[in-house]
């Protein structure tokens, strides 16, 4: 039953980082000033098995403004190009503590 709960929190917190961040393009789209601070960011990954990096890469592709680049070679590192990650620190935490914390629970 746990692994049921656990899929469905991630689901939900999918579906509210989707929102979060359809919202911030939609504010980036429409902003006068082209702010923009886009960067490739290398994001540690403490998952480890193939079906929870896949996943993970996945949902962060899927959430616009961010497209998994690749994978290092020893599994460790996602690379990651945000369109606009201001703090790029502030952005790794907050993909690792909602998105990489769920697919934990979920794939252990």
């Known amino acids: ?3 049921i709960l656990a899929w469905i929190h991630l689901t939900m917190i999918f579906f509210w980082e989707l929102w979060k961040a359809t ?4 504010k980036a789209i429409f902003s006068t000033t082209g702010d ?8 540690p990954m403490d998952v480890r098995s193939d079906a929870a990096i896949t996943l993970f890469a996945n ?3 899927l959430t616009p403004g961010t497209t998994s680049l690749d994978v290092s070679e020893d599994k460790r590192t996602l690379y ?7 703090d790029p620190e502030a ?3 907050e993909m690792k503590a909602s998105l990489e914390s769920a697919v934990m629970r979920a794939l252990p």
């Open 36 to 43: 923009l601070r886009p960067a490739i960011l290398a994001v």
């Open 23 to 26: 919202w911030e393009m939609v």
């Open 59 to 61: 949902m962060v592709t």
């Open 80 to 86: 990651v190009h945000c369109l606009d990650a201001p």
């Open 91 to 93: 952005t790794i935490r």
């Open 1 to 3: 039953m746990t692994r």
